[in-house]
Protein backbone atom coordinates (compact mmCIF):
# COMPACT_ATOMS: atom_id res chain seq x y z
CA UNK A 1 0.00 0.00 0.00
CA UNK A 2 2.78 2.48 1.26
CA UNK A 3 4.44 1.98 -2.31
CA UNK A 4 1.61 2.72 -4.68
CA UNK A 5 1.11 5.81 -6.48
CA UNK A 6 -1.30 8.04 -4.92
CA UNK A 7 -4.54 7.59 -7.52
CA UNK A 8 -4.14 3.82 -7.14
CA UNK A 9 -4.76 3.33 -3.36
CA UNK A 10 -7.74 2.15 -1.04
CA UNK A 11 -9.88 4.16 1.22
CA UNK A 12 -11.93 6.68 1.16
CA UNK A 13 -11.43 10.76 0.79
CA UNK A 14 -13.77 13.25 2.07
CA UNK A 15 -14.78 15.63 -1.33
CA UNK A 16 -17.70 18.38 -0.67
CA UNK A 17 -18.82 16.70 2.11
CA UNK A 18 -19.31 13.34 0.71
CA UNK A 19 -17.38 9.98 1.60
CA UNK A 20 -16.26 8.62 -2.05
CA UNK A 21 -13.73 5.47 -2.95
CA UNK A 22 -9.93 6.71 -3.27
CA UNK A 23 -9.35 5.96 -6.46
CA UNK A 24 -13.08 7.89 -7.64
CA UNK A 25 -11.38 11.28 -6.26
CA UNK A 26 -10.85 13.19 -9.30
CA UNK A 27 -10.99 16.68 -10.42
CA UNK A 28 -11.27 17.96 -14.09
CA UNK A 29 -7.98 18.78 -15.40
CA UNK A 30 -9.61 22.57 -16.35
CA UNK A 31 -9.53 23.61 -12.68
CA UNK A 32 -8.43 26.79 -12.14
CA UNK A 33 -6.42 25.36 -9.42
CA UNK A 34 -4.29 23.32 -11.13
CA UNK A 35 -3.48 25.79 -14.03
CA UNK A 36 -2.99 28.97 -11.80
CA UNK A 37 -2.11 27.65 -8.17
CA UNK A 38 -5.46 28.86 -6.91
CA UNK A 39 -5.25 26.27 -3.83
CA UNK A 40 -4.59 26.04 -0.34
CA UNK A 41 -3.38 22.86 1.88
CA UNK A 42 -2.97 21.92 5.60
CA UNK A 43 -0.58 18.92 6.59
CA UNK A 44 -1.59 17.66 10.12
CA UNK A 45 -1.19 14.57 12.25
CA UNK A 46 -2.79 11.77 13.77
CA UNK A 47 -1.12 9.79 17.16
CA UNK A 48 -2.64 6.62 18.81
CA UNK A 49 -6.35 8.23 17.05
CA UNK A 50 -5.91 11.84 18.89
CA UNK A 51 -5.62 14.75 15.80
CA UNK A 52 -2.95 16.66 16.94
CA UNK A 53 -3.35 20.66 17.17
CA UNK A 54 -6.47 20.06 14.65
CA UNK A 55 -8.43 23.28 14.87
CA UNK A 56 -5.46 25.91 15.04
CA UNK A 57 -4.91 23.69 11.27
CA UNK A 58 -8.07 24.20 10.22
CA UNK A 59 -8.42 27.79 11.19
CA UNK A 60 -4.84 27.81 9.41
CA UNK A 61 -6.26 26.70 6.49
CA UNK A 62 -9.75 28.96 6.20
CA UNK A 63 -7.12 31.58 6.49
CA UNK A 64 -4.95 30.80 4.12
CA UNK A 65 -8.45 30.44 1.58
CA UNK A 66 -8.81 34.50 2.84
CA UNK A 67 -5.79 35.73 2.06
CA UNK A 68 -6.25 33.67 -1.62
CA UNK A 69 -9.45 35.76 -1.37
CA UNK A 70 -11.55 32.37 -1.53
CA UNK A 71 -13.75 31.30 0.80
CA UNK A 72 -13.85 27.85 2.14
CA UNK A 73 -17.62 26.93 2.43
CA UNK A 74 -16.84 25.30 5.33
CA UNK A 75 -16.25 26.33 9.19
CA UNK A 76 -13.65 25.27 11.26
CA UNK A 77 -15.60 23.27 13.21
CA UNK A 78 -17.14 21.58 9.88
CA UNK A 79 -13.69 20.53 9.14
CA UNK A 80 -12.32 19.29 12.18
CA UNK A 81 -15.21 16.90 12.33
CA UNK A 82 -14.61 16.25 8.83
CA UNK A 83 -10.97 15.26 9.61
CA UNK A 84 -12.13 13.06 12.79
CA UNK A 85 -14.64 11.06 10.66
CA UNK A 86 -12.49 10.26 7.31
CA UNK A 87 -9.69 9.29 10.17
CA UNK A 88 -12.39 6.83 11.45
CA UNK A 89 -13.78 5.75 7.80
CA UNK A 90 -10.38 4.70 6.86
CA UNK A 91 -9.20 2.94 10.30
CA UNK A 92 -6.46 4.64 11.22
CA UNK A 93 -5.17 5.83 14.26
CA UNK A 94 -1.64 7.13 13.31
CA UNK A 95 -1.66 9.10 9.96
CA UNK A 96 -1.30 12.37 7.74
CA UNK A 97 -4.11 14.02 6.98
CA UNK A 98 -4.22 16.54 4.03
CA UNK A 99 -6.86 18.72 3.72
CA UNK A 100 -6.94 20.99 0.44
CA UNK A 101 -9.50 23.84 -1.15
CA UNK A 102 -8.62 24.85 -4.89
CA UNK A 103 -11.13 26.64 -7.27
CA UNK A 104 -13.13 24.82 -9.81
CA UNK A 105 -13.27 24.51 -13.49
CA UNK A 106 -16.14 27.31 -14.07
CA UNK A 107 -13.85 30.07 -15.50
CA UNK A 108 -10.25 29.60 -16.78
CA UNK A 109 -8.34 32.52 -16.88
CA UNK A 110 -6.38 35.00 -14.46
CA UNK A 111 -9.56 36.54 -12.94
CA UNK A 112 -11.26 33.49 -11.25
CA UNK A 113 -14.36 35.35 -9.63
CA UNK A 114 -16.93 32.79 -11.19
CA UNK A 115 -15.30 29.60 -10.12
CA UNK A 116 -16.89 27.20 -7.28
CA UNK A 117 -14.32 26.23 -3.92
CA UNK A 118 -14.25 22.60 -3.69
CA UNK A 119 -12.50 20.83 -0.59
CA UNK A 120 -11.03 17.69 0.19
CA UNK A 121 -9.33 15.64 3.15
CA UNK A 122 -7.53 12.68 2.60
CA UNK A 123 -5.48 10.05 5.48
CA UNK A 124 -3.25 7.56 4.86
CA UNK A 125 -0.45 6.01 7.20
CA UNK A 126 3.26 8.10 6.52
CA UNK A 127 5.40 6.82 9.88
CA UNK A 128 8.15 9.67 9.32
CA UNK A 129 9.20 12.50 6.67
CA UNK A 130 13.05 11.12 7.11
CA UNK A 131 14.14 7.48 8.22
CA UNK A 132 14.94 6.72 11.36
CA UNK A 133 18.43 6.12 10.58
CA UNK A 134 18.77 10.03 9.25
CA UNK A 135 16.77 11.68 12.10
CA UNK A 136 19.23 9.56 14.38
CA UNK A 137 22.45 10.65 13.19
CA UNK A 138 21.13 13.81 11.81
CA UNK A 139 19.91 14.75 8.34
CA UNK A 140 22.16 16.82 5.93
CA UNK A 141 21.37 20.06 4.02
CA UNK A 142 22.75 21.86 1.32
CA UNK A 143 22.18 25.72 0.26
CA UNK A 144 19.28 25.93 -2.34
CA UNK A 145 19.63 27.97 -5.25
CA UNK A 146 16.35 29.53 -4.79
CA UNK A 147 15.21 31.97 -1.85
CA UNK A 148 11.85 32.89 -0.37
CA UNK A 149 10.13 35.33 -1.26
CA UNK A 150 9.22 39.12 -0.21
CA UNK A 151 6.37 39.36 1.71
CA UNK A 152 5.04 42.10 -1.04
CA UNK A 153 5.94 39.42 -3.89
CA UNK A 154 3.55 36.60 -2.67
CA UNK A 155 1.43 35.28 0.13
CA UNK A 156 4.20 33.94 2.25
CA UNK A 157 1.92 33.57 5.73
CA UNK A 158 -1.01 30.68 4.18
CA UNK A 159 0.15 27.42 2.54
CA UNK A 160 -0.71 28.40 -0.96
CA UNK A 161 0.68 25.11 -2.98
CA UNK A 162 2.38 28.26 -5.56
CA UNK A 163 4.80 28.57 -2.53
CA UNK A 164 5.77 24.92 -2.88
CA UNK A 165 7.42 25.10 -6.38
CA UNK A 166 10.81 26.70 -5.29
CA UNK A 167 10.67 23.80 -2.25
CA UNK A 168 10.29 20.87 -5.04
CA UNK A 169 13.21 22.50 -6.93
CA UNK A 170 15.23 23.05 -4.02
CA UNK A 171 14.76 19.39 -2.56
CA UNK A 172 15.33 18.03 -5.81
CA UNK A 173 18.85 19.78 -6.38
CA UNK A 174 19.62 18.73 -2.78
CA UNK A 175 18.86 14.79 -3.26
CA UNK A 176 20.63 15.28 -6.82
CA UNK A 177 23.32 16.90 -4.69
CA UNK A 178 24.06 13.94 -2.73
CA UNK A 179 22.10 15.41 0.73
CA UNK A 180 18.50 14.87 2.11
CA UNK A 181 17.25 18.25 2.07
CA UNK A 182 17.53 21.85 1.16
CA UNK A 183 18.26 25.18 3.62
CA UNK A 184 16.65 27.93 2.15
CA UNK A 185 17.56 31.55 2.52
CA UNK A 186 15.16 34.41 2.33
CA UNK A 187 15.35 37.04 -0.36
CA UNK A 188 17.44 39.21 2.11
CA UNK A 189 20.18 36.19 2.08
CA UNK A 190 19.39 35.63 5.26
CA UNK A 191 18.73 32.31 7.02
CA UNK A 192 15.42 31.13 6.21
CA UNK A 193 13.76 27.56 6.62
CA UNK A 194 14.34 23.82 5.08
CA UNK A 195 11.71 23.01 2.29
CA UNK A 196 9.12 21.87 4.21
CA UNK A 197 10.23 22.53 7.82
CA UNK A 198 11.41 25.18 10.18
CA UNK A 199 14.90 25.53 11.23
CA UNK A 200 16.53 26.42 15.32
CA UNK A 201 20.44 26.24 16.06
CA UNK A 202 21.74 26.17 19.50
CA UNK A 203 24.76 27.77 20.61
CA UNK A 204 26.13 28.68 24.54
CA UNK A 205 22.79 26.81 25.81
CA UNK A 206 20.55 28.87 24.04
CA UNK A 207 18.43 28.45 21.22
CA UNK A 208 18.59 30.76 17.82
CA UNK A 209 15.53 30.45 15.03
CA UNK A 210 14.91 32.92 12.33
CA UNK A 211 11.93 35.73 12.52
CA UNK A 212 9.00 34.09 10.73
CA UNK A 213 8.19 37.32 8.55
CA UNK A 214 8.77 35.88 5.26
CA UNK A 215 8.05 32.09 5.50
CA UNK A 216 5.30 30.33 7.61
CA UNK A 217 5.56 30.21 11.25
CA UNK A 218 5.07 27.00 11.58
CA UNK A 219 2.37 24.67 14.17
CA UNK A 220 5.19 22.91 15.11
CA UNK A 221 7.70 25.95 15.60
CA UNK A 222 5.17 27.51 18.06
CA UNK A 223 5.31 24.34 19.97
CA UNK A 224 8.83 23.46 20.11
CA UNK A 225 9.18 27.15 21.45
CA UNK A 226 6.55 27.22 24.23
CA UNK A 227 8.30 23.55 25.40
CA UNK A 228 11.74 24.59 25.19
CA UNK A 229 10.86 27.95 27.15
CA UNK A 230 8.78 25.90 29.61
CA UNK A 231 12.15 24.58 30.36
CA UNK A 232 13.90 27.69 31.04
CA UNK A 233 15.40 28.06 27.14
CA UNK A 234 16.45 31.64 26.02
CA UNK A 235 14.82 31.26 22.68
CA UNK A 236 15.82 34.63 20.44
CA UNK A 237 14.09 35.36 17.34
CA UNK A 238 16.23 36.93 15.02
CA UNK A 239 18.19 37.31 11.49
CA UNK A 240 20.40 34.56 11.01
CA UNK A 241 23.34 35.09 8.41
CA UNK A 242 24.48 31.78 6.67
CA UNK A 243 28.22 32.76 7.94
CA UNK A 244 26.86 32.64 11.28
CA UNK A 245 26.44 28.73 10.58
CA UNK A 246 29.86 27.76 11.91
CA UNK A 247 29.44 28.84 15.04
CA UNK A 248 26.44 26.05 16.33
CA UNK A 249 26.54 23.25 18.23
CA UNK A 250 23.56 22.06 17.30
CA UNK A 251 20.90 21.74 14.74
CA UNK A 252 17.22 20.73 14.64
CA UNK A 253 14.36 21.36 11.92
CA UNK A 254 10.67 21.25 12.83
CA UNK A 255 7.47 20.84 11.03
CA UNK A 256 3.89 18.70 11.25
CA UNK A 257 5.58 16.19 8.29
CA UNK A 258 9.13 16.63 9.98
CA UNK A 259 8.57 16.90 13.83
CA UNK A 260 11.77 17.18 15.13
CA UNK A 261 14.71 16.25 13.23
CA UNK A 262 18.17 16.77 14.19
CA UNK A 263 20.57 17.96 11.05
CA UNK A 264 24.05 16.94 11.15
CA UNK A 265 25.63 18.54 8.40
CA UNK A 266 24.82 22.17 6.28
CA UNK A 267 27.33 22.21 3.50
CA UNK A 268 30.55 21.37 4.90
CA UNK A 269 29.58 21.89 8.38
CA UNK A 270 29.10 19.27 10.84
CA UNK A 271 26.87 19.43 13.76
CA UNK A 272 26.33 17.21 16.91
CA UNK A 273 22.94 15.46 17.97
CA UNK A 274 23.33 17.13 21.04
CA UNK A 275 21.09 17.26 24.44
CA UNK A 276 19.20 20.11 23.88
CA UNK A 277 17.94 18.37 20.68
CA UNK A 278 17.21 15.03 22.23
CA UNK A 279 15.38 16.87 25.04
CA UNK A 280 12.92 18.79 22.73
CA UNK A 281 12.73 15.79 20.41
CA UNK A 282 11.70 13.54 23.28
CA UNK A 283 9.22 16.47 24.41
CA UNK A 284 7.12 16.42 21.51
CA UNK A 285 7.11 12.99 20.97
CA UNK A 286 5.51 13.00 24.33
CA UNK A 287 2.79 15.38 23.73
CA UNK A 288 2.13 14.38 20.25
CA UNK A 289 1.13 10.59 22.01
CA UNK A 290 -0.63 12.30 25.01
CA UNK A 291 -3.25 12.79 23.44
CA UNK A 292 -3.11 16.47 24.89
CA UNK A 293 -2.14 19.63 22.62
CA UNK A 294 -0.93 21.58 24.99
CA UNK A 295 2.82 21.39 26.70
CA UNK A 296 2.89 21.08 30.48
CA UNK A 297 5.58 20.53 32.02
CA UNK A 298 5.69 17.82 34.69
CA UNK A 299 6.07 18.88 38.20
Known amino acids: MADLPFDQREGWIWFDGDFIPWQEAKVHIMSHGFHYASAVFEGIRAYNGHIFKLHEHNERLVNSGKVMDFKIPYSVEELDEACRAVLAKNGLQNAYLRPLAWRGAEQMGVTAQRTKIHTMIATWEWPSYFSPEAREKGISLITAPWRRPAPECAPVHTKAIG ?39 MKDGEIHTPVADCFLNGIT ?16 ERAIMPEELKDFDEVFLTGTAAEVTAVGKINDLTYDVGPITRQLRGDYEALVNSGADEWMLAG
Open 221 to 236: RRTIMEIAESHGYAVH
Open 163 to 201: LYMICTLSKHFAENSGYNDALMLDYRGQVAEATGANIFL
